[in-house]
């Protein structure tokens, strides 16, 4: 059976991701690399064995977490839907049954705002995992006077926190925010439809979103 360990010893699929970041990067974008694939495939799994689902469920996100961004290598445009062709061909390659195949590329290609649904509880994990990892240290400018609205936000984010309560009924994003750099109303503006997505994906799962910026409950 293929692990989320085998996938990240694979030397071709580091390769993918740190090339894939090497390319937003020249494009100005926030870090996409090691420290957010994994960050993402933690909070996955978080997500899915904290709701009981299989071990084998765990593992899947988890993998499907890892390699959600490898399609930035072709383009940031449609990457989710080139990071799914990708992943298929990858993971056909080290010989992962279809079944699991199909599950992880289908996260894959709806985990983006633009064009994603949450289409099974997989999908809805990385879409929450992926949308709620907002923190000072995925921004690479390091002018604060030429921050952009995406720089300002994420470098305004002092800590960012997904907790799912003991009921199992809500999954709350908690964010503490220097305002000094962003305003909670710039935060909307570039993360609105993620928060909306992250909405239908927690409503997928079972649970209501809620989040909250600075202890004031705002979703």
């Given at each position: 059976m293929v692990t989320f360990?085998?996938?990240?010893?694979?030397?071709?699929?580091?390769?993918?991701?740190?090339?894939?970041?090497?390319?937003?990067?020249?494009?100005?974008?926030?870090?996409?690399?090691?420290?957010h694939v994994t960050r993402v495939a933690e909070t996955a799994g978080y997500i899915l064995s904290t709701l009981g689902y299989s071990e084998h469920d765990v593992e899947?996100?988890?993998?499907?977490?890892?390699?959600?961004?490898?399609?930035?290598?072709?383009?940031?445009?449609?990457?989710?839907?080139?990071?799914?062709?990708?992943?298929?061909?990858?993971?056909?390659?080290?010989?992962?049954?279809?079944?699991?195949?199909?599950?992880?590329?289908?996260?894959?290609?709806?985990?983006?705002?633009?064009?994603?649904?949450?289409?099974?509880?997989?999908?809805?994990a990385l879409i929450l995992a992926d949308k709620s990892d907002v923190r000072r240290s995925r921004v690479r400018n390091t002018d604060i006077s030429t921050f952009d609205i995406h720089d300002r936000v994420n470098y305004s984010v002092k800590e960012s926190v997904l907790k799912i309560n003991e009921a199992h009924t809500i999954v709350k994003l908690k964010l503490t925010v220097d305002t000094h750099y962003s305003s909670v109303m710039d935060y909307f503006e570039i993360f609105l439809k993620r928060m909306t997505m992250c909405r239908r994906a927690a409503d997928k799962l079972g649970l209501t979103f809620k989040l909250m910026i600075n202890e004031q409950q705002l979703i």
């Open positions: 360990e085998d996938l990240k010893k694979n030397e071709e699929i580091r390769i993918y991701i740190q090339r894939a970041d090497e390319s937003l990067k020249a494009l100005g974008f926030t870090e996409h690399s090691f420290a899947l996100v988890k993998m499907a977490s890892y390699l959600h961004d490898i399609g930035n290598l072709v383009n940031r445009i449609d990457h989710s839907q080139s990071g799914a062709v990708m992943a298929f061909r990858i993971l056909d390659h080290l010989e992962m049954p279809a079944e699991d195949i199909a599950t992880i590329v289908t996260a894959i290609g709806n985990h983006d705002e633009g064009t994603g649904v949450p289409v099974n509880p997989i999908a809805a």
